[in-house]
């Protein structure tokens, strides 16, 4: 079993920034990779970024490439994102999950995932 808490949400103005976290606790040494999403109202969920636990390897969506970092602090078990130059359509709930493997923006493949802290960006 692994757990995973989101935390670093928030109401942001559009150009801002936030840092989101996500501690993962349990069984950590088996998964190899940890992943964001987002869900905003009425729309499916979509792949944010993607990091690998060892070499550090990460992967991006279109929407967010050049505007947001993934990274990871393994001492501590916790994978970040931090988000610059915040647009209104950023606004979802954002959602960190886990997977035993790479498999990139694939949903399918993470099989633990946190409850998600809400970002809101205000025009």
């Known amino acids: 079993q692994v757990q995973l808490v989101e935390s670093g949400g928030g109401l942001v103005q559009a150009g801002g920034s936030l840092r989101l976290s996500c501690a993962a606790s349990g069984r950590t040494f088996s998964r190899d990779a940890m992943g964001w999403f987002r869900q905003a109202p009425g729309k499916e969920r979509e792949f944010v970024a993607a990091i690998m636990w060892s070499g550090g390897g990460t992967y991006y969506a279109d929407s967010v490439k050049g505007r947001c970092t993934i990274s990871r602090d393994n001492a501590k078990n916790t994978v970040y994102l931090q988000m610059n130059s915040l647009k209104p359509e950023d606004t979802a709930v954002y959602y960190c999950?886990?997977?035993?493997?790479?498999?990139?923006?694939?949903?399918?493949?993470?099989?633990?995932w946190g409850q998600g802290t809400q970002v809101t960006v205000s025009s």
């Open positions: 999950a886990t997977a035993p493997r790479w498999v990139g923006a694939d949903a399918s493949g993470y099989d633990y």
